[in-house]
């Protein structure tokens, strides 16, 4: 029995030689690099030189006596390694600005997400008609001009402002809110919090919305009261989103500079300076290897508390 082979037939483009095949898939796979790269670099460049550059010629000032005398001979600058966070350590107005910046941290980020977690239950289930206007309503202070705001603020909290005509009106008599020591705090901390109430309210909707409802309607069949669920479906389920909104506010907290600098410029007595107004002040005042580690000292703090918040708050199983 005689067995006939047949040629095969070779492949559209395939030439015959070995290795061709590979290399052009390797042909296109560094076409498709080179063009990557090429959308990335516009993003490269900026990031190099907006954030990375200034990011390390600031940790090699932290380093140094650099002053503002000495911007006319940079390379003449002595190198000081660790003595400029030394002395922030031991300036008593630093650690002043870091228990003020502590204060601004404990008291507006809880505030603030309960009263934008409060709201969002209000808009996802309570308020029915207008939802769409009273979320445009409590949003707009996010995106309002601060400085129109912070002028209308101390207008307001000024000593024949607003505030004090109100309580005038009940026959109290109101102080001089932004001169007081013990006043000026409060105030500022009230103004981040209506700046920022209103970005924890929409993140806090997001979540909310994104909760199945058969949860609830299961939990209902149970005997699940309101209060039951809102313990035991609605904030566990929410654990991720209070974790992005804990961080975005503790770091905003953390290097708040908007409202203290514009209400008080961190008056009365530094009662209000924050380690931001802080790092502004020293640099405004050519202390610029100062200004430097003390910009560093508040990347740490925002590292080292998003660190606790992502141990604390993370989902677990």
């Known amino acids: 029995m005689t067995t006939t082979l047949v040629p095969r037939t070779p492949r559209a483009g395939w ?7 590979p290399a052009r898939r390797r042909s296109r796979g560094v076409r498709r690099t080179a063009v990557a790269w090429l959308f ?10 907006y954030t990375a550059i200034p990011t390390v010629a600031a940790l090699g000032f932290s380093l140094t006596d650099l002053r503002g005398t000495d911007l006319r001979h940079p390379f003449a600058v002595n190198f000081t390694g660790l003595d400029n966070y030394l002395r922030l350590f031991q300036d008593e107005a630093f650690l002043r600005d870091l228990l003020n910046t502590a204060v601004f941290v404990a008291v507006g980020v809880p505030v603030t997400m309960g009263i934008g977690f409060a709201l969002a239950v209000a808009l ?11 979320r445009t309503v409590f949003f707009a202070p996010v995106v309002t001009n601060v400085v129109a705001v912070a002028l209308i603020w101390q207008y307001a909290f000024s000593d024949s402002g ?31 919090v209506w700046r920022n ?15 199945p ?5 299961a939990a209902a069949l149970d005997g699940a009261g309101r209060w039951r669920q809102l313990r035991h479906i609605t904030l566990p389920l929410l654990l991720p989103t209070t974790l992005m909104v804990s961080v975005l506010l503790t770091v905003f907290y953390l290097q708040v500079f908007d409202e203290p600098y514009l209400l008080t410029n961190g008056g009365p007595l530094g009662s209000t300076e924050s380690v931001a107004l802080y790092t502004y002040h020293q640099f405004g005042a050519g202390e610029f290897g100062v200004s430097s580690a003390a910009s560093f000292v508040t990347l740490v703090l925002v590292a080292l508390v998003s660190i606790v918040q992502f141990r604390l708050l993370r989902p677990r199983a």
């Open 15 to 21: 030439s015959g030689r070995p290795g061709t095949a």
């Open 40 to 49: 990335l670099t516009p993003f490269i460049v900026v990031f190099l030189l």
């Open 124 to 134: 996802n289930s309570g308020i029915r008609r207008l939802r769409g206007t009273f």
């Open 162 to 192: 607003t505030v004090n005509k109100v309580l005038g009106a009940v026959g109290l008599a109101g102080p001089n809110w932004l001169d007081d020591p013990n006043l000026a705090m409060p105030v500022v901390i009230l103004l981040g």
């Open 197 to 211: 109430f209103g970005t924890a309210m929409v993140l806090f909707l997001a979540g909310l919305q994104a909760i």
């Open 213 to 217: 409802q058969d949860v609830y309607e």
